[in-house]
């Protein structure tokens, strides 16, 4: 009689079929542990990425500094070295003017100008009048210079002129302006 039934009522028939058939689990839920570490792993390579980004960037910034920092520091030493080289030429210039030799100080201007960073020397008189300059349509122009006490440092069209009296025994000499290039 089962068998009428079985053979009457074949939707029964499958499900037990559908029954039996025992249901596959996803990879995931048969793998837990895989999947946690998983997870974790993931977890740990966007932090240790997204770390690496910002150190990056902190790594950029400190080396910008670092770049701005030298750049200063290279200029404050041009300068001081400018300036160092103005006065020792300015002395020359003075031991020469006091013997009267400017045939001299046009060759030492000569020398000097052959320095890379120097693009122009100029010796002006008591009165402002240029009376040698390396730059020959600068000859006998007046200038500002004339009156100058002390020594004076100008940054112009990326130049750097550096201006220096010519100290006499008893009075002022004139005045030695060199201009550097940046």
């Keep these: 009689m089962e068998e009428i039934n ?12 559908i029954e039996e058939k ?9 793998n837990v542990g895989a999947t946690i570490v998983m997870i974790i792993m993931l977890i740990a390579i966007i932090y240790l990425g997204i770390n690496l980004m910002v150190k990056q960037k902190q790594h950029k910034e400190e080396i910008t500094d670092i770049n701005a920092k030298n750049a200063a520091l290279v200029d404050s030493l041009k300068k001081d070295n400018f300036t160092w080289l103005t006065k020792v030429f300015t002395w ?9 030799n400017l045939e001299q100080v046009k060759l030492y201007s ?13 010796v002006v008189d008591p009165s402002g009048r ?11 122009v007046i200038t500002e210079w004339s009156n ?21 025994n008893d009075m002022i000499l004139g005045a030695v302006v060199i201009e550097y290039k940046n």
């Design 6 to 17: 079985q053979q009457a009522n074949p939707e029964n028939q499958d499900n037990k079929n």
């Design 22 to 30: 025992p249901k596959k689990k996803s990879w995931f839920k048969r």
């Design 92 to 100: 020359t210039v003075r031991s020469e003017m006091l013997r009267e």
């Design 110 to 122: 000569q020398e000097l100008i052959k320095y890379q960073y120097v693009d122009n020397i100029k």
């Design 130 to 140: 240029v009376i040698f300059s390396t730059d020959m349509k600068d000859q006998n």
């Design 148 to 168: 100058i006490q002390k020594l004076a440092v100008m940054q112009q069209n990326n130049k750097t002129i550096i201006a220096s009296p010519i100290l006499g």
